[in-house]
């Protein structure tokens, strides 16, 4: 076959998949061009528009599955009417639009939580609603897909490989100045157009029958000569472990959850891919018999662990997810031990049920942590009589102080609300609430939390985005360069004029000999820089300047970096550190 005829039979490969996949291939389309046009958007002070366009690119991602899901279903029921398809589809961007209005707000701890687990629970659709009704050789499909999707990724690098030496041999031997956004550019259309593309063409249609003599043989190779041998290494290890355990009645903190866990996700998943083979190898049927019986003791022991963790501080959205999925994963173990006939299918429908549950209604992750907390909060302030007749907080009686173990739950649960949700969101404290009023209703400064930071300290820092501007320097006569680091104190000097920083107390001093003819707290200016600007890592030239002139000196400051913390408990605002540039005049 000629390279021409390749070329041919490769865009027919993909012209086919464009066919059967339109909306979903331009909803990736989309998610490139947003890419695209965020990497070439900058970071001059628009903050807010990134974060606006990342969220469009996030739902348009969003898109792929939910598009390829319906393709999918509508694949495995062809008489379902043309009409109806084009109203689905409708539907879907409808569905998208209102999921970037309603659940898409921001792109925080929840919101971001929500769309990984809603993007989980969509691919995982996409991958069983062909075999919804046909019994066998689920496991062999999805791991079909499994190796397309490693095989066009490879090449996806291979090709991205060769187009960015095709683009670097030019700029090196042409000096074509092509910017580094253009290789960046590349990757996004290769990994987010052609991939997909490239993919999906080798997705099998329904009528295509597939048989375990399909199963690839590296992967064969692979699962059962390495992976099974290092699982069952290790879960003698871990059971060695657990015996010493519970020898010395030593339980070790925030370790069994991270060694069980894992573990346990890939064991499950290689019980799924290895599943088709048990007939054809001893080996691989005498694991699958006795691995998930030999898996759920440690499972136990995982579940102990959180308990206690769940006992000592309530249950966060991260002990939800290792608790649900644990749970999930103790489920599967018990059916592949007590059923002969297994469905793999039931895993991933199973998976995706609870992806969705999770993350979504009065059982989700968001509102069993907040009732947990807020449960904790109760407790301690109904030990300490602390709840008046209006279910307002009251200071503790006289005769009894609070603790500091019980000074430290309280801070913990406001601190982990600030920095979550909202604190209007805590039972029995008043509405508009802040942090700083924190002391005046309890009484005491919070405490820091566990890791060790400081209580409701909120860091921030700006960058100078670029010079872009030319500075007019006519009306100056001096230009300094102050960079503190590594030195607490700086100090430049022309003559008989001297420029001093202290970085302790951040002070500027501009002397004229022994004279001083300028002094100021830089502290005050990027004060009120930080409350103009909350919340914008990167700003424009006008800024990030500050101009004063006094009878004796004419002064323009531009920072470059500015690094320091809010405390909002006592609302006040902490340079830690700041380089610039000055620019003098002496009268």
Do not use: C
């Not at 993909?14 to 979903?24: E, G, I, N, Q």
């Not at 993350?359 to 807020?374: E, F, H, L």
């Not at 102050?482 to 030195?487: A, E, H, L, Q």
């Not at 609302?571 to 002496?586: L, P, R, T």
């Amino acid at each position: 076959m000629n390279i021409s005829q390749r070329f041919k039979d490769l865009y027919n490969k993909l012209y086919d998949s464009f066919k059967r996949f339109p909306l979903a291939l331009l909803y990736a389309a989309l998610t490139v061009g947003v890419s695209i046009y965020l990497n070439h958007l900058g970071y001059i002070g628009i903050d807010d528009k990134r974060d606006m366009f990342t969220r469009i690119g996030m739902v348009l991602a969003l898109g792929v599955p939910l598009s390829l899901s319906l393709y999918m279903l509508f694949e495995s029921k062809p008489h379902i009417k043309k009409n109806i398809k084009i109203i689905a589809h409708l539907g879907t961007a409808i569905v998208l639009v209102g999921y970037y209005l309603l659940l898409l707000r921001n792109l925080e701890y929840v919101s971001g939580t929500r769309y990984i687990a809603y993007t989980i629970a969509l691919y995982l659709i996409f991958s069983f609603i062909p075999y919804i009704r046909r019994k066998e050789n689920y496991e062999l499909y999805v791991i079909r897909l499994f190796s397309r999707f490693v095989v066009t990724y490879v090449y996806s690098m291979v090709l991205y490989l060769g187009l960015a030496a095709i683009l670097g041999t030019i700029n090196l031997l042409f000096d074509a100045g092509i910017s580094g956004r253009v290789f960046a550019d590349i990757a996004f259309i290769v990994a987010g157009i052609f991939a997909p593309t490239f993919f999906l063409a080798d997705v099998p249609r329904r009528e295509e029958e597939i048989s375990v003599v399909d199963y690839p043989k590296v992967i064969r190779v692979l699962l059962q000569f390495i992976v099974l041998p290092l699982l069952s290494v290790y879960t003698i290890i871990l059971y060695i472990y657990f015996a010493k355990i519970i020898v010395t009645m030593e339980l070790p903190q925030g370790i069994i959850g991270n060694l069980v866990l894992w573990y346990s996700i890939v064991s499950t998943i290689v019980l799924f891919f290895i599943y088709p083979l048990k007939k054809s190898n001893q080996w691989i049927r005498y694991f699958i018999l006795i691995f998930p019986k030999a898996i759920i003791p440690l499972l136990g022991m995982m579940f102990l662990a959180l308990g206690i963790r769940i006992n000592a501080y309530g249950i966060t959205e991260d002990r939800y997810f290792v608790l649900i999925i644990g749970l999930w994963i103790t489920g599967i173990m018990i059916y592949y031990s007590i059923k002969k006939d297994i469905r793999n299918i039931i895993l991933t429908i199973t998976l995706s049920i609870i992806a969705i549950l999770s993350v979504t209604g009065p059982w989700s992750a968001y509102s069993i942590s907040k009732w947990s907390q807020n449960d904790r909060l109760e407790e301690v302030l109904e030990r300490y009589d602390m709840i008046d007749e209006n279910n307002e907080i009251k200071s503790p009686p006289i005769e009894k102080e609070l603790s500091e173990i019980d000074k430290e739950i309280i801070s913990s649960v406001i601190l982990y609300f600030d920095r979550n949700y909202d604190l209007e969101d805590i039972k029995y404290l008043p509405e508009d609430v802040k942090i700083s009023d924190i002391k005046d209703i309890f009484g005491f400064e919070l405490k820091d939390d566990r890791m060790g930071y400081p209580a409701a300290r909120e860091y921030f820092g700006y960058n100078l985005d670029k010079m872009n501007n030319l500075v007019d320097i006519s009306d100056f006569d001096y230009f300094g360069d102050i960079n503190v680091y590594p030195y607490d104190n700086i100090e430049q000097e022309q003559g008989d004029y001297t420029i001093e920083y202290n970085n302790s107390d951040r002070k500027l001093v501009v002397k004229n000999k022994e004279d001083i003819l300028y002094t100021k707290n830089l502290e005050e200016v990027v004060e009120l820089l930080h409350k103009q600007n909350q919340g914008k890592g990167s700003l424009e030239q006008e800024k990030m300047t500050f101009i004063e002139e006094t009878k004796d000196i004419k002064i323009q400051i531009v920072f470059k970096h500015i690094h320091g913390y809010e405390d909002r408990a006592i609302e006040e605002v902490v340079v830690e550190s700041v380089e610039f540039y000055s620019f003098i005049k002496f009268k």
